[in-house]
């Protein structure tokens, strides 16, 4: 019996539009902290917590573009962690992905 080639990761089930370092460990981390996962990015650790659009009642100002981010609309949270939170920031998804992918990273295969 010879075993099929089974590659998991070639499987594309789940579509998701944000592209993370590692889902599975994003996953895990995501049930440890309970929302709250950190992110290690060229300009240090952050803690990051993802709100999603109910969740979101307030305009915030994007430090990535400097444009509003409006009530509703599903976006990032992001603070250094350890600190006291005067540092979080609300950050449009897309902002905050363009943010750490300015670094050294490697492509998706
Ligand atoms: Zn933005």
Same mark, same amino acid.
């Given at each position: 019996?010879?075993? *099929?080639?089974?590659?998991? *990761? /070639? +499987?594309? =089930? /789940?579509?998701?539009? =944000?592209?993370? !370092?590692?889902? =599975?460990?994003?996953?895990? $981390?995501?049930? $440890?902290?309970?929302?709250?996962? @950190?992110?290690? !990015?060229?300009?240090?650790?952050?803690? $990051? @917590? /993802? $709100?999603?659009?109910?969740?979101?009642? +307030?305009?915030?100002? #994007?430090?990535? #573009?400097?444009?509003?981010?409006?009530?509703?609309?599903?976006?990032?949270? =992001?603070? *250094?962690?350890?600190?006291? !939170?005067?540092?979080?920031?609300?950050?449009?998804?897309? #902002?905050?992905? /363009?943010?750490?992918?300015?670094?050294?990273?490697?492509? @998706? *295969?």
């Amino acid at each position: 019996m010879s075993p *099929r080639r089974n590659d998991p *990761r /070639r +499987k594309r =089930a /789940r579509d998701q539009r =944000a592209p993370s !370092g590692d889902d =599975a460990s994003d996953a895990l $981390i995501l049930r $440890i902290t309970g929302g709250e996962r @950190r992110e290690t !990015g060229p300009d240090g650790v952050w803690a $990051i @917590r /993802r $709100i999603s659009g109910a969740a979101a009642t +307030k305009a915030y100002r #994007c430090p990535g #573009c400097h444009q509003e981010i409006p009530p509703g609309m599903p976006h990032v949270v =992001a603070w *250094r962690p350890g600190g006291d !939170g005067d540092d979080r920031r609300h950050w449009h998804t897309s #902002c905050w992905e /363009r943010r750490t992918h300015r670094g050294v990273r490697l492509p @998706r *295969r």
